[in-house]
């Protein structure tokens, strides 16, 4: 998917949401579409009708961010949606003018973690704390991350965050909240392929995940972003029990392209969860057999 598609799919997307009477229009007679009309949308952006058909084609590169804007609050959009609309026009700016769709650079090297990460992760002692690259694998983790996460490290592949919760049975047992996780990881892809459609990586990995999993597929179609990545986990851990942890997570800017992204879950202190982490602290194997990358 070029960013062309990605901002087509996803403005249509949004369209269709949107109800006449939502956006103040008369809601008149039968409709053909779902949502609003893209004659309705250019109204309320303060544009032509012809401009906002090509906008929705996918022919962002050019546009203003004022029109951007005005798009925006036309659809209703969210903040995660806004910044995800406005770095798909960054994208498109940076790609150069005529290119292919199936034009893109040679591979990027793998980002390397300097070991100061992995420092950082070890000091963490009575919080789980992981680095994952834009496609969910996990590219780091400290002692307490590896005990919480044991279920995701009983496979010798490499361990994937999307791939263990669509594609392991053993998923659902230990995600006391299995939706709502779905939910974000997808929307987290959906959000990395939008800004990045040189990553192979990444897309071949969605392109599996909607061959195998209808539950993937289904929420991929729903177009949900996903950014600011911060809530409440519950485990249903096989050895420490339930868990009910506050997790958030953080771009980790250790190279000149985006980098990782560094999650941490913790309980609150006095807890009976917290008592339940230090139980599986004690539990934790020595330093030396935590998974590195």
């Known amino acids: 998917m070029n960013t062309r598609v990605a901002v087509r799919e996803f403005l249509i ?40 058909t090509r906008l929705e084609k996918g022919h962002i590169r050019d546009v203003s961010y004022d029109v951007l804007e005005a798009v925006a609050r036309a659809l209703r959009l969210d903040d995660e949606e806004r910044i995800y609309l406005f770095d798909m026009a960054r994208v498109a700016r940076a790609e150069t003018p005529g290119s292919s769709a199936r034009e893109c650079p040679a591979a990027a090297a793998r980002v390397e973690l300097p070991a100061t990460v992995q420092w950082l992760l070890d000091s963490m002692t009575l919080s ?26 009983e496979s010798p592949e490499q361990p994937n965050l999307a791939r263990f919760h669509f594609l392991d049975p053993g998923a659902r047992d230990f995600h006391g909240n299995w939706e709502a996780t779905a939910d974000v990881l997808v929307g987290l892809l959906r959000t990395e392929v939008g800004r990045a459609h040189c990553d192979q990586a990444l897309h071949d990995m969605v392109a599996g995940l909607n061959e195998v999993s209808d539950e993937f597929r289904v929420r991929w179609q729903a177009h949900n972003i996903v950014i600011n990545y911060r809530g409440t986990k519950v485990f249903r851990h096989p050895f420490a029990g339930p868990l009910t942890l506050a997790y958030h997570s953080m771009d980790l800017p250790i190279a000149v392209q985006d980098g990782p992204m560094l999650s941490v879950c913790t309980a609150e202190p006095g807890s009976a969860d917290e008592e339940r982490l230090r139980m599986l602290a004690s539990w934790v194997a020595p330093a030396g057999v935590v998974h590195r990358r």
């Open 13 to 52: 997307s949004r369209r269709a949401r949107i109800t006449p009477v939502q956006a103040g229009l008369p809601g008149g007679a039968r409709r053909r579409v779902p949502g609003l009309r893209r004659e309705e949308v250019a109204v309320l952006a303060g544009v032509s009708t012809e401009w906002y």
């Open 128 to 153: 789980s704390a992981m680095v994952t690259s834009k496609s969910l694998d996990v590219l780091a983790i400290n002692p307490l991350g590896r005990a919480l996460y044991a279920p995701l490290f």
